[in-house]
């Protein structure tokens, strides 16, 4: 037994459940598989997640069955644990290389994980016997998210017109194919290009980019951020940048209903100049703008989804590890974690780091406050590439043709650009 997996199984007796399964996210491969199989077990039981723990118990019960050990990789996908079915699904398609289910099962763990160039391989392995949906599909889809668009586009022109329930997924790669032609030819779409992928996967703008740790794991994301109103100032200065390059002229700013939402619409209005309205679905012509769409309600972002004309999403802090049910038409920043500038925090005392409480200030106040702020961005740690104005300017003024295009789905996946994060 491996050291993680007696890690876990301490942490496990503990009642610290969560911790275990991190402990096991570092020992899938390095464990065989009867001892993954048993400590599954153990864990599904202690989450009373029986339909695991029985797949886990078939497993055991005969390791060497395929259809056993594709039943456990798929329960393992379906309990959020997709790194625990990478191994077993592979064990279950050396057994039989012809189950197109445990091949489909293994793609979607390799998904979850991010591991897009791994989902490529393994369909390669079997690219003889792989059909144009959805097999093919998989094979553009995580062509592209790996960043391999020579074999995207190679793929994506032999797919056949679905005609069924997969008309929204070739849509979707089309789409997303069509802004790497327009991106590649101002940008190198490598794998230190956050803004270029970006747009590419999302078909949103990505305003700033985080000034620290590019070269030391981030690549301009941030893992957690505490805000502030220079920082969403500097947001929106660019936002400015992007509805002026991409001759986009709004009429107003529709403000959403959440208190982080309106004080950011309220500043937005004051740094653009435009009158304010109440958010409508199906508003034209305006700039919706939100401070984090995860928080907003789950009716209102379903009236997002599909796209009204002249109305553009503004998001100021996008959440890229959890990212909302609605993608952006422009982010100002990509985090992981993010402190508004007037919740509740820490304050740095006499005695040290102390409590500080929220902000109570009215709304406008607060976005008063923000509107006149210093934009001037953070120099940061002096060793992220620069991101001038005219970057930005000239990136959307090159690609604005292929912008506000399809419904606005979210994108799981960081694709090619990875960043550090905490599990």
């Known amino acids: 037994m491996t ?21 096991v996210r570092f020992a899938v491969e390095r464990t065989t598989l009867r001892e993954l199989a048993a400590m599954l077990a153990e864990l599904a039981t202690a989450a009373e997640f029986e339909d695991l ?5 078939a497993v055991l019960d005969n390791p060497d069955a395929p259809q056993a050990l594709t039943a456990l990789g798929y329960q393992c996908i379906e309990y959020g644990v997709s790194f625990a079915a990478i191994p077993v699904l592979t064990e279950s398609l050396r057994l039989d290389p012809t189950s197109r289910l445990a091949l489909g099962e ?6 979850d994980e991010f591991r897009h160039a791994e989902a490529v391989e393994a369909l390669l392995r079997h690219e003889s016997a792989l ?35 997969w008309d ?79 001759e986009q002229h709004p009429r107003s700013i529709s403000l959403l209903p959440g208190r982080a939402d309106r004080i950011l619409g309220l500043a937005a209005a004051r740094v653009l100049g435009l009158p304010t309205r109440e958010y409508e679905p199906g508003a034209t012509e305006t700039v919706v703008v939100a401070y ?28 890229w590890t959890q990212p909302p049910a609605v993608a952006a038409d422009v982010s100002g920043l990509l985090h992981q974690t993010v402190i508004e500038p007037w919740a509740h925090g820490q304050r740095l005392g006499d005695n040290g780091l ?41 990136f ?28």
């Open 106 to 111: 293994l793609v979607t763990a390799f998904e």
């Open 3 to 23: 050291m993680e997996l007696e890690e876990a199984r301490r942490l496990l007796a503990e009642g610290d459940l969560a911790g275990s399964v991190r402990a």
């Open 396 to 423: 959307v003024a090159n690609t604005s043709d292929t912008w506000l295009i399809g419904p606005r789905t979210p994108m799981k996946s960081p694709g090619p650009v990875q960043s550090s994060f905490f599990v």
């Open 53 to 57: 723990a029985a797949a886990a118990g």
């Open 168 to 246: 929204f997924a070739r849509d979707r790669v089309g789409r997303m194919l069509a802004r790497a032609d327009s991106a590649e030819a101002v940008t190198s779409l490598d794998h230190r290009d956050l803004r270029g992928w970006h747009f590419t996967l999302t078909g949103g703008y990505l305003g700033t980019l985080s000034p620290y740790g590019f070269d030391a794991g981030m690549t301009g994301r941030w893992a957690y951020l505490g805000d502030s109103p220079q920082l969403c100032r500097y947001s929106l200065d660019r936002l400015a940048l992007v509805l002026s390059a991409a």
């Open 354 to 394: 102390e409590p500080a409480p929220a902000d109570s200030r009215p709304e406008t106040e607060i976005a008063d406050e923000i509107a006149c702020a210093d934009g001037t961005p953070d120099p940061g740690d002096g060793e992220t590439p620069p991101d001038l104005d005219a970057d930005l300017t000239g």
């Open 131 to 165: 059909s144009p949906w959805p097999e093919r599909y998989y094979l553009t889809y995580n062509s592209i998210l790996s960043g391999d668009l020579s074999r995207a586009r190679a793929e994506f022109a032999q797919l056949p017109v679905p005609g069924d329930e």
């Open 292 to 319: 984090d769409l995860r928080t907003a309600a789950g009716d209102i972002t379903a009236t997002l989804r599909e796209r009204a004309p002249g109305q553009i999403l503004f998001e100021h802090a996008t959440c």
